[in-house]
């Protein structure tokens, strides 16, 4: 039985692992039920690739560091704030459940079922009202995007610009085309009106807006969103 989000695609985890494993290994039965489960060995290597692997749910196995694993909750969710962290953590090492640094605190021994049990309510909740990309959570019912932890909302035409981006996600898109289908024009004899919007859309999903990341500018063509 392959385990899905909401959205239909294959729930994903990136697993925080030292060189102490936990016992019993979890991984395998993870992957047996269907999860993707992807191993790093540090939290500086969790947050190279969180990015690209665009995870669901991260689990530290503080046990298998020999620590608590509150450093390492609290750095991943400094710089990925609002993406769900399991910490489990060594009974010599106890963690209080009310610590914020995880959204889960499971203390081993456990069994496999309850790990499932207890990553599954940490899924995404997804609808046809909601699209992903990357790091964007565009909410189109609630008007709203999310990007590294920022929520902005967003005007209709921001909104039909953003969708027409992602659906375009890695290509790039022309101006011309652009102003075309969000304005519903074929006039495109001024698009410095289309200029303003995109500036606008890097407020609200760019880390720096001055320095854009996600969308990009391709000079005397158009813009390409690189998520």
């Known amino acids: ?31 047996k039920k269907g999860f993707a489960v992807e191993i790093v060995s540090s939290g500086k290597e969790a947050l190279a690739q969180v990015g690209n692997k665009e995870p669901d749910v991260i689990v530290v196995d503080a046990a298998s560091f020999h620590s608590s694993g509150k450093r390492i909750c ?32 499971l203390e081993l021994p456990f069994t496999s079922r309850k790990l499932v049990n207890r990553i599954n309510p940490l899924l995404p909740i997804e609808s046809k009202k909601i699209t992903k990309a990357g790091p964007i959570r565009l ?44 304005w519903a024009t ?23 807006p001055r320095k854009p990341e996600l969308l990009k500018t391709i000079r005397g063509v158009g813009y390409r969103l690189d998520v």
Not at 4 to 21: H, N, P, Q, Y
Not at 155 to 181: A, N
């Open 186 to 208: 074929n006039y495109t004899g001024d698009t410095r009106t289309l200029d303003v919007h995109i500036s606008w859309l890097r407020q609200a999903i760019e880390k720096d």
């Open 1 to 31: 039985m392959v385990t899905k989000t909401s959205m239909d695609k294959t729930a994903k985890i990136l697993w925080v692992e030292g060189r102490w494993k936990s016992n019993p290994d979890f991984i395998p039965n993870l992957r």
């Open 74 to 105: 609290r750095t991943l969710r400094e710089q990925v704030n609002g993406m769900p962290i399991m910490l489990i953590s060594d009974p010599e090492r106890p963690v209080a459940n009310d610590d914020d640094c995880a959204n889960v605190i």
């Open 139 to 182: 909410d189109t019912k609630r008007k709203q995007v999310t990007c590294f932890g920022k929520k902005t909302t967003l005007t209709p035409r921001l909104i039909r610009l953003l969708r027409m981006l992602i659906k375009h996600k890695g290509e790039v898109v022309e101006r011309e085309e652009l102003f075309k289908k969000v």
